[in-house]
């Protein structure tokens, strides 16, 4: 057994007695998942904002270490571990979104 007192100031009525072997198997435990999205705009001259695959740095030719959970679809795989830092959509907007672009 084992006793989990409570961290904020509360009696001692307020304390969890669990069982150890249903803290090893996982009790309590928590994984977070959240939904993150965005919007691809477009603008007036024709420009627009797209989602681009991670491309490799000129220097090592290695895709660098905060783009490292983007697959070739420029957005994160699914069920990667995101740290603070990392990019997980990787997308590029036009700098130029006023005047007109030339003809194509």
């Known amino acids: 057994m084992k006793i989990h007192p409570p961290s904020k100031g509360y009696d001692i009525e307020d304390a969890i007695v ?17 939904k993150y999205g965005t919007v691809l705009k477009r603008y007036p001259n024709r420009a627009r904002d ?4 991670p491309q490799p740095s000129g220097v090592t030719g290695r895709v660098p270490e905060r783009l490292h959970v ?6 994160a ?7 603070p830092g990392d990019v997980y959509i990787n997308m590029q907007r036009p700098t130029n979104t006023r005047d007109p672009l030339p003809a194509v």
């Open 18 to 34: 669990m069982n150890r072997a249903s803290l090893d198997r996982g009790f309590g435990r928590c994984i977070v998942m959240k």
């Open 70 to 75: 983007l697959d070739r679809d420029g957005l």
């Open 77 to 83: 795989r699914p069920g990667e571990f995101i740290r």
């Open 50 to 53: 797209r989602i681009v695959a």
